[in-house]
Nanobody, 125 residues
C-alpha cells in the first residue's frame, strides 16, 4: 500500500509562488504516474497536472499552463508542483495521486488509486 503525504501549502498573495511536495512510501515509485488535483470550496475535485513514471511526459489543465510545473525526483520518491504567478482562483485544497496501473499520465480522476490527505493553498487578492 502506497502512502502519499503532501506538504508546502500556505497563504500567498496573488502573483506569488509556492512549491508543493508529495512524498510516496511503498511501491516502485518510478513505475507509476503521478498527478495533482485540486478542490475549491463548493466544487468537485479537478485535474491540475500529471507526470509519467520517468518524468519525461507531462500534461496540464489549460488554466495552469505556463504557470505551474510538475516534476518528480524518483531517487527521493517525491513529486513536486511548482506554482508561479498564482491567482485567487487557484485557491483550493491540492491533492497528489498515484496511478499504479499506468506509466503514462492521465487526466481522469477515476484512474488514480491512491491519494494524499491534501494541502491547503490560499491566494489572496
Amino acid at each position: 500500500q502506497v502512502q502519499l503525504v503532501e506538504s508546502g501549502g500556505g497563504l500567498v498573495q496573488a502573483g506569488g509562488s509556492l512549491t508543493l511536495s508529495c512524498a510516496a512510501s511503498g511501491g516502485t515509485f518510478s513505475r507509476y504516474s503521478m498527478a495533482w488535483f485540486r478542490q475549491a470550496p463548493g466544487k468537485e475535485r479537478a485535474f491540475v497536472a500529471a507526470i509519467s513514471g520517468s518524468g519525461r511526459d507531462t500534461v496540464y489543465v489549460d488554466s495552469v499552463k505556463g504557470r505551474f510545473t510538475i516534476s518528480r525526483d524518483n531517487a527521493k520518491n517525491t513529486v513536486y508542483l511548482q506554482m508561479n504567478r498564482l491567482k485567487p482562483e487557484d485557491t483550493a485544497i491540492y491533492y497528489c495521486a498515484a496511478d499504479f496501473r499506468r506509466f503514462n499520465p492521465s487526466t481522469r480522476l477515476a484512474q488514480y488509486d491512491s491519494w494524499g490527505q491534501g494541502t491547503q493553498v490560499t491566494v489572496s487578492s
